[in-house]
Structure formats: C-alpha cells, structure tokens
C-alpha cells in the first residue's frame, strides 16, 4: 500500500501570499494519478488538481500542481481569502485503489 | 453538470447495518467511461476510500480490505442510483459518507452523510 504524507500539518499564511504545500509517497507514483482537493469546513471535497499538473474545471490559475515520483507540489500564488481551508493529496494505484492524504491546513496568519 | 444526492439515515444501532443511497442526475450509473465510489471521513481515520462498482459489460466492484468482509455495492439502473450497505457496524464507523464519480480522481461529490454508530 502506497502511504501519502503531507506537510506542512499546518501553514499560517496572510492574504497574497504564496503557500507551497508538500505530498511525498512511500513509493513512486505515475504523475498521471496524482491529484489535489480542497475541502471547506461542512463541505466535500473539491478537485484542484489531477494528473499531478491539470487544473480541473473552473480551478482559478493560482493553483498549480507539479511533481513526479515520490514528491509532489500544490503551489497557490497569492492566497485570496476563500484559499483557506483543508488541502488533501491522493492517488490512484491499486489495493487501496485510491489512498488520501493525512491533508494539510492553511490558515489565516 | 453530474449531481449526487445522497439519503439514509443518520443514526445506526451497533451490529446492525449502515444503508446509504446515491442517486444521479446528469450521468448514468451504467457509463462506461467512469466508477461510482464511496468514501467516508472521520478525525481518527482520515479521508478513506472504501469501494467503487463501474460498468464494462457487467458490473465490476472493488472494496478496500478494511472493509470487504462486511461492505455491498450496488447499482440500481432503472432508479439511475447506487448504494452502499456496510455490515455489523461499530462505533469505529462512526462518519462522514460520501459517495463520488471518477475514475483516477473523484470529480463529483455527494453532499456528505454524518453517519453515527451509537445505541
């Protein structure tokens, strides 16, 4: 079983700043089953980020997403208010077919 | 746009089972381009994907081993829905059930069920 880990646990960051959040797997990855969620406090997650690189639809462009093998990168440019919030990473391999980040949290400084 | 909505109950007894239900608009639960999932979050466990049926020419499932033993799914194509039936339930399955579609990444979420094993 592949385990993601995320850090930071927890980013405290003002407005307009830039936030670079961590995911490192146990074993390499196929960056086309790498992906990134938001996730709101009462909400389910949302898609930010698939194919380690893809913005989903409608994902504003100060998210970016890079990586390959064992490191992966979700960068936001400059923090907008809505930003804060629950980041997961997760991928998709096999027996778990899709394992979760322990998420990291980006809150207002 | 996909939609999910999600019913069942909110309380379950210990020993019995957890029934949860997913319906969709906008999608097919029998599309061959996809997989309906279920996955629930809890403090202690995290963000935990527990099974997913797809349709190839005939159904397919797959359930993560934490949970095989005990946990159902199943699709519905004339009511265009899904289920999830978990067995024997204990208190450790105390969460929040969401059911999504996707195939390397979940693209379309439920709204979440807080599901809560107690007596």
């Known amino acids: 079983e592949i385990v993601l880990t995320q850090s930071p646990g927890t980013l405290s960051l003002s407005p307009g700043e830039r936030a670079t959040l961590s995911c490192r797997a146990s074993?390499?990855?196929?960056?086309?089953?790498l992906a990134w969620y938001q996730q709101k406090p009462g909400q389910a997650p949302r898609l930010l980020i698939y194919?380690?690189?893809s913005r989903a639809t409608g994902i504003p462009d100060r998210f970016s997403g890079s990586g390959s093998g064992t490191d992966f990168t979700l960068t936001i440019s400059r923090l907008e208010p809505e930003d804060f919030a629950l980041y997961y990473c997760?991928?998709?391999?096999?027996?778990?077919?899709?394992?979760f980040g322990p998420g990291t949290r980006v809150d207002i400084k | 746009q996909v939609q999910l909505q999600q019913s069942g109950p909110g309380l379950v007894k210990p020993s019995q089972t957890l029934s949860l239900t997913c319906a969709i608009s906008g999608d097919s639960v029998s599309t061959n381009s996809a997989a309906w999932h279920w996955i629930r979050q809890s403090p202690s466990r995290g963000l935990e994907w527990l099974g997913r049926?797809?349709?190839?020419?005939?159904?397919?499932?797959d359930y993560a081993d934490s949970v095989k033993s005990r946990m159902t799914i199943n699709a519905d194509t004339p009511k265009n829905q899904f289920s999830l039936q978990l067995n024997s339930v204990t208190p450790e399955d105390t969460a929040v059930y969401y059911c999504?579609?996707?195939?390397?990444?979940?693209?379309?979420w439920g709204q979440g069920t807080l599901v809560t094993v107690s007596s």
């Open positions: 194919g380690a690189s």
């Open positions: 074993q390499s990855v196929s960056s086309s089953y």
């Open positions: 997760q991928q998709y391999g096999s027996s778990p077919i899709f394992t």
């Open positions: 999504a579609r996707g195939w390397y990444q979940l693209v379309f």
């Open positions: 049926t797809y349709y190839r020419s005939k159904w397919y499932n």
